[in-house]
């Protein structure tokens, strides 16, 4: 690449030598001929300077697209980790952006590559040329443009401070307008409209002085490039009588002058233009792009002695996949209330246990516990006898499988969805699999296992449905389904939680349906003030809070038990 | 007659020019700061060559003086206009954004039928900063011509055949330009649609993410959505490619006019037609007339101002919900419908409805999905108003009724809740001022079922919103407890219960007889326990009342028993 560099920087260091010796030697002298020779020769020398550019393109996209690869790659994985330990949803706006900063980053980084190159060339090569014509001319040109780097640096800091106000204000804004417009309807009728707009206006005026305090600060750009090139412009002028007195030539005088306007300036202009914006940009994004591909946070580790079992991670081993769970509690914040509070429950090898409840009691967090996907605050939960906590990654993927309400279908074919918990499954165990639970008539819709699907496409039934076949497949002993079959009508549920029945290994279901607390072997009622556990018969002879819920969730609707106060009649027009 | 983008491009205009207006200010201090840079500049090769040749003739001393005033004029007017340029744009794009934000929330509800609330987000981000850039873009396009001119005429001047020159090199110019957009247009939109690939896998991953997290499967996931990186790549080397023709070209361009110009005044030097100081002014009115290839840039900010105007423009037409001006007198909270017709794209929704809301009693709507359950909901607070008819809140037509008056009377609570504030408690207590107190909102919250799951949050009551991971069911409670918080002699409840379970629903049932006594309620029922509760029911069908009676009398009616027949599936749907 150097080699090409200086080929590229010829022009800027011969153009105003040639330029000096085409006057001197040729138009000034009454040699017009040798004068166009020269100004030939300087032709040249600008088409290898081309040429040599021309080079830079595929070195430049060599540096540049693997940066890019690079910076994605990290920037999936940490939002997959991330997300992994975040239940909220995902924020599409953010990851967009998060590309749209990536492609700052590209396109600056190799911006600022092409920019500083060729500014760091120019100048050397001006100054070069400059000493060759008198080095008397080498501290009028060298010094104010040492200076005014100088300034201009010390500036890029606070500029980059600014920058940084500006965009933050401008995110603020986005988001805040999002959330707004998104809730417009309720702005309406909350009545707080005014509240609104004065919230945006705030918003508004935030970002408009975050603009004006960079503007200002910008004029710095132009003030070096007049230090930097019009002072040695100024200087030379001003001690040419001294300078022609010293030796230099007419044509040495205008030579120089044009190396000043005609290669160094453009370069400085350049050079404070782009550092000022898309060097700005480029560290912001930056900031960001580390931010969002940080490590995200290591859980604590549990305080010793509670959760903490003293064995090693690593070392347990599962027999079986019967579950226990040892006075667990759990709480989202210390001061939160407990989700649970000292629960001990225990599911033998092979049993169906239906957990059920009113929504926002904590069934869901259950599940997250049992899968290994939580820690409890305090208490062991073991799977197999070995404690959940104690269990290496690929066992307690190995030996468990969760699937959510949120069914994950992803583009892909059917039978790579299908076997995504077990790659090695053969197509007869996909087409039983999917005779079992119901899922042959999507199968032959598509027209087999190699059909391309997209989750968009499907029914939200249909991606339960193909979820709860990769976990049937899977080779896991324990499975829990989180209401994963919330989007079947109440004929294919039952088709499918028989056939989780029948399969080998503990089953857990989280209870859309009343229905799948009678099918399950006994029946966990999650309640305040503490949850209540035994068969549905049990729990229907002794427990007031089931056989609430029982009710509601299966007496056909109709009139109601209590007596109907009697209103006055209203007018039909 | 006028054709609808006619319209919108006048109306775009018309918006600009207002722009314009209001920014009058600023945009004169960067019109008259690039108006003295621009005769400056175009002063400056002159003065300068006055200089050079002064210098070389051997009378220096006050020669110089002319080109040093006019260089500190462009520093100084330079540096003002680089600070003018982003400050009037920044202060356009605020009184823009302003008028946009108000009229987006004076819009209100139908505003959101409109225009969807991520296109209005945009509209207020990106259309705003684009349009108001165009003051500034005019000014700049326009001294960026008068340069161009200028600079031709001098050329001209010194010796015409220069300018001849020049106008022969331009077409060869703007055709190597012209090619480089084009291409890289073609690649760019490659790229583009390898990065929306990307984002897609990533959201679906994102969605999944239980699901990943619990199966271990993370670098699956990461390849998975890295796929379309090879696209990435290809599309992204060809746009290096392309940049490299582009380069090759013009690198070229500029260099072979400047030569010719030397040499043609070179010639000139020779037979004494032209001075050595006028051959560098050449070189200098050489780059300031070809200045107007580089303010392409600024022709292009226009087109994207006008675009950017017209959607604007679009949103600022569409006809706000205007408030009334009459106070709403002391009452009891009677509702009555007279005559009301609301047509939406052709289907008529409700058709001549009359009906009273008894004061202080309970109505519930029942009817099939689409017979305008949630058109009269709306219309009772004003969240829109009907076609033709009129409805009056204790008498007085609600189009009649000051804002402020209105929206505390009457309270909503929806299915899907948007819900807005810092907090929890905040977001209970979301309304103009005077706001509900901190316990009025804490006794809502009890009223509603919610206290119980918000003391679970991460610090309870003051858990950031965007923190609270929510069920839907929760997101109902706490929007029934804004209602409730909120007040008023009129409250509508729009499916607001429908995430609940049965349970939960009848408790918040019972809880809202109490909090809301002696309230006028609407409520859009859609089990037959919450028509059961009301004092009368509705039945709407096909955009008319069918039938207006208790639950009880209703309940004879097979066809009305029919409504609360559970879907075949997907029961929560």
Not at chain 2, 147 to 155: D, E, Q, W
Request: with cysteine; charged share 20%; hydrophobic share 50%.
């Amino acid at each position: 690449m150097t080699a090409w560099t200086g080929a590229e920087a010829l022009p800027a260091a011969l153009s105003g030598r040639l330029i000096a010796q085409a006057l001197d030697a040729g138009f000034l002298s009454g040699h017009p001929l040798r004068g166009l020779a020269w100004l030939l020769a300087f032709g040249a020398v600008t088409v290898v300077g081309a040429v040599a550019s021309r080079q830079v393109y595929p070195q430049l996209a060599d540096v540049v697209e693997p940066l890019r690869d690079a910076l994605t790659r990290r920037v999936v994985d940490a939002t997959l980790r991330r997300s992994a330990l975040d239940p909220a949803p995902p924020d599409t706006a953010a990851l967009s952006r998060l590309t749209r900063q990536i492609e700052t980053v590209r396109d600056s980084v190799a911006g600022q590559l092409l920019i500083v190159r060729q500014f760091a060339v120019t100048a050397v090569f001006v100054l070069i040329g400059a000493a060759s014509l008198g080095t008397a001319l080498l501290p009028l040109i060298g010094i104010p443009l040492a200076v005014a780097l100088l300034v201009f640096t010390l500036t890029l800091p606070p500029l980059a401070r600014r920058q940084r106000a500006l965009l933050r204000a401008e995110e603020d804004f986005a988001r805040l307008a999002a959330d707004t417009f998104g809730a417009l309807r309720d702005v309406v009728a909350c009545g707080a409209v005014r509240r609104s707009d004065a919230a945006l206006e705030a918003a508004i005026e935030v970002q408009h002085r975050a603009r004006t305090r960079l503007a200002a600060l910008g004029t710095v750009r132009r003030l070096a490039v007049a230090l930097g090139v019009h002072l040695p412009v100024a200087l030379i002028l001003l001690d040419a009588p001294h300078l022609v007195r010293g030796g230099l030539s007419a044509g040495d005088v205008v030579g120089a002058l044009s190396y000043l306007t005609v290669s160094l300036e453009p370069a400085l202009r350049t050079l404070v233009q782009g550092l000022g914006a898309s060097g700005l940009r480029l560290t912001v994004a930056l900031d960001r792009l580390a931010e969002a591909s940080a490590p995200p946070p290591t859980p604590a580790a549990p305080p010793a002695g509670t959760a903490g079992t003293g064995e090693p991670v690593g070392s347990a081993e599962p027999a079986g996949s019967g579950l226990t769970l040892e006075r667990v509690s759990f709480a989202y914040h210390p001061q939160a209330e407990p989700v649970l509070a000292d629960l001990s429950l225990s599911v033998a090898d092979g049993e169906h246990l239906a957990v059920v409840g009113p929504s926002g009691i904590g069934k869901s967090t259950l599940a997250n516990l049992l899968a290994g996907l939580t820690s409890p605050g305090a208490g062991t939960i073991r799977l197999g006898g070995a404690p959940l906590a104690a269990l290496p990654a690929e066992r307690l993927h190995a030996a468990r499988v969760l699937i959510p309400q949120e069914a994950y279908v992803f583009a892909g074919t059917l039978r790579a969805n299908l076997g995504y918990l077990r790659p090695d499954a053969g197509s007869a165990a996909l087409e039983r699999t999917a005779d079992l639970l119901g899922l042959d008539g999507l199968l032959r819709r598509l027209g087999g296992l190699d059909a391309e699907i997209d989750g968009g496409r499907l029914s939200a039934g249909e991606r339960q449905l193909v979820a709860l076949a990769r976990a049937y497949l899977s080779r896991a002993g324990l499975v829990v389904l989180d209401e994963a079959t919330c989007h079947l009508d109440p004929a294919a549920e039952a088709r499918v939680e028989e056939a989780f029945h029948r399969r080998p290994g503990t089953l857990v279901v989280i209870a859309h349906r009343i229905s799948s607390a009678q099918r399950a072997d006994r029946v966990l009622l999650m309640d305040t003030p503490a949850p209540v556990l035994g068969t549905h018969h049990e729990l229907l002879a002794h427990s007031a809070g089931y056989r609430r819920l029982v009710g509601h969730w299966s007496t056909p609707p109709g009139l109601p038990p209590q007596a109907l106060p009697t209103g006055p009649r209203g007018a039909v027009g | 007659m006028d054709t609808p983008p006619a319209r919108a491009a006048r109306s775009a205009d018309r918006l600009l020019l207002e722009g314009l207006r209001a920014s009058a200010p600023r945009a004169a201090v960067l019109l008259v700061a690039l108006l003295v840079d621009a005769v400056a500049i175009l002063l400056l090769p002159a003065a300068l060559a006055r200089a050079v040749d002064a210098v070389l003739a051997g009378r220096p001393d006050s020669a110089a003086v002319p080109f040093l005033v006019l260089l500190a004029v462009t520093v100084l007017a330079e540096t003002v206009s680089q600070f003018a340029d982003p400050w009037c744009t920044a202060g356009s794009t605020a009184s823009l954004s302003r008028r946009l934000a108000r009229h987006t929330l004076a819009l209100g509800v139908p505003g959101s039928r409109w225009f969807n609330a991520g296109d209005l987000t945009g509209r207020l981000i990106s259309s705003a900063p684009e349009s108001g850039a165009a003051p500034s873009a005019v000014i700049q396009a326009t001294s960026g011509l008068l340069v161009s001119i200028g600079g031709l005429v001098a050329l001209a001047l010194i010796d015409p055949w220069l300018a001849v020159v020049l106008l022969l090199g331009v077409p060869v110019g703007t055709a190597a330009v012209r090619h480089f957009v084009r291409r890289v247009s073609r690649s760019a939109g490659d790229y583009q649609l390898a990065q929306a690939a990307l984002l897609a896998k990533l959201l679906d991953a994102m969605g999944g993410i239980r699901t990943i997290h619990a199966a271990g499967t993370h670098p699956l996931e990461v390849e998975r959505v890295l796929t379309p990186l090879t696209d990435l790549d290809r599309a992204g080397r060809a746009i290096w490619q392309s940049q490299r023709q582009v380069q090759w070209r013009t690198s070229l361009l500029l260099p072979a006019l400047q030569i010719t110009v030397i040499t043609v005044a070179g010639y000139g030097v020779g037979s004494g037609r032209t001075t050595p100081g006028q051959l560098l002014a050449a070189v200098g009115y050489t780059g300031l007339a070809l200045g107007f290839l580089g303010s392409a840039g600024s022709l292009l900010g226009l087109g994207r101002a006008r675009a950017g105007a017209a959607r604007i423009a679009e949103v600022l037409a569409a006809p706000a919900l205007l408030p009334g001006s009459r106070p709403l007198p002391a009452g009891p909270g009677e509702l009555v419908l007279r005559e009301v017709t609301v047509v939406q794209d052709g289907r008529t929704l409700l058709d001549r409805v009359s009906l009273t809301v008894p004061a202080g009693r309970t109505l519930a709507l029942v009817g099939r999905s689409g017979s305008g359950k949630s058109t009269l909901a709306a219309l009772a607070g004003r969240l829109t108003d009907p076609d033709s008819g009129q409805l009056l809140l204790d008498g007085v037509p609600l189009t009649e009724l000051r804002a402020e008056e209105l929206r505390p009377a009457v309270a909503y609570a929806f299915a899907r809740p948007a819900l807005l504030g810092a907090t929890v408690e905040d977001a209970l207590r979301w309304t103009d001022e005077p706001r509900p107190s901190a316990e009025q909102a804490r006794a809502a919250a009890r009223s509603a079922e919610a206290d119980g799951f918000i003391r679970r949050l991460p610090g309870g009551y003051d858990c950031a919103l965007t923190a609270a991971p929510m069920s839907g069911g929760e997101a109902q409670r706490l929007g029934i407890a804004r209602a409730i918080a909120h007040g008023g002699r009129l409250v509508v409840l729009d499916d607001a219960t429908s995430s609940l379970d049965t349970a939960t629903e009848n408790r918040v049932d019972e809880a809202l007889e109490r909090a809301l006594a002696g309230c006028t309620r609407l409520v859009v029922a859609h089990r037959p326990g919450t028509a059961a509760r009301a004092d009368l029911v509705a039945w709407l069908d096909g955009g008319s009342v069918r039938a207006l009676a208790p639950h009880a009398a209703l309940w004879q009616d097979p066809h009305y028993r029919a409504l609360f027949a559970p879907m075949p599936t997907g029961s929560e749907s």
